[in-house]
């Protein structure tokens, strides 16, 4: 069956110090994976997009790679701040018109 | 300001009552869905649109009905058929239906509490 699995436990970090999430993909071949952030009680909101041919991709303090021969993406928060601290979400495209959504992993941002 | 607006935040129910909640956007989208929401799960689909007068079922669409009769538009009726309706819906749209390719603009959802 097709999953999609986030670091399952939560990620608490000290402010600075970078944070690392994972999104681990089975039975996809998907062209594009997105990230998203969500905070408590609010809709998702998108970060970032990441082509299958592209390995890396940046955004301010974010990175996101994608190893399609692992079927993983990480997402890497770099010197992070207790603002950062949220819900975040990986998403792929399981079939036509279709967006998939992991469980997502919470970080908190100690100061 | 564009952006995708869902009505109301907390809606309480009784169980047996059918429930309609409103979403609307003013991006200009063709594409509009709703998911659901459920602690410690991912987002499931439930109905999604590519145009107006169209819609398709998603993975859960069992107890829900929708219609889109126009592009702003995309309203989601919880019916007293849906088992465990409690949950947070989200209503998101995007600009193609091409969803890979194309972020979802979500909006801040609406809280459905069925006793």
């Known amino acids: 069956s097709q999953k999609i699995e986030q670091n399952s436990e939560a990620l608490n970090i000290q402010e600075g110090k970078t944070a690392t999430l994972t999104c681990n993909y089975t039975?996809?071949?998907?062209?594009?994976l997105q990230w998203y952030r969500q905070d408590p009680g609010r809709g998702p909101v998108f970060l970032l997009l990441?082509?299958?041919?592209?390995k890396e991709k940046r955004k301010e303090r974010l990175k996101v790679t994608f190893d399609t021969t692992l079927k993983q993406s990480l997402f890497h928060i770099t010197a992070s701040q207790p603002a950062d601290s949220a819900t975040y979400l990986c998403?792929?495209?399981?079939?036509?018109?279709?967006?998939?959504f992991g469980a997502g992993t919470t970080v908190t941002v100690r100061a | 300001d564009g952006g995708i607006t869902q009505s109301p935040k907390y809606l309480f129910r009784k169980e047996g009552q059918n429930v309609t909640l409103s979403c609307e956007q003013n991006?200009?989208?063709?594409?509009m869905y709703w998911y659901r929401q459920d602690p410690g799960q991912g987002l499931r689909l439930i109905y999604y649109?590519?145009?107006?007068?169209?819609?398709q079922k998603g993975d859960i669409a069992e107890g829900y009905s929708v219609s889109r009769e126009k592009k702003e538009s995309f309203p989601l009726t919880v019916t007293s058929a849906q088992k465990n309706p409690t949950a947070f819906y989200l209503c998101?749209?995007?600009?193609?239906?091409?969803?890979?390719?194309?972020?979802?603009?979500f909006g801040n959802g609406t809280r459905l509490t069925v006793t």
């Open positions: 998101a749209s995007s600009t193609q239906t091409g969803s890979g390719n194309s972020p979802l603009h």
């Open positions: 039975n996809y071949s998907p062209a594009y």
């Open positions: 990441i082509r299958e041919n592209e």
């Open positions: 998403a792929l495209e399981t079939n036509d018109y279709k967006l998939s």
């Open positions: 991006l200009n989208h063709d594409a």
């Open positions: 649109s590519q145009i107006v007068n169209d819609f």
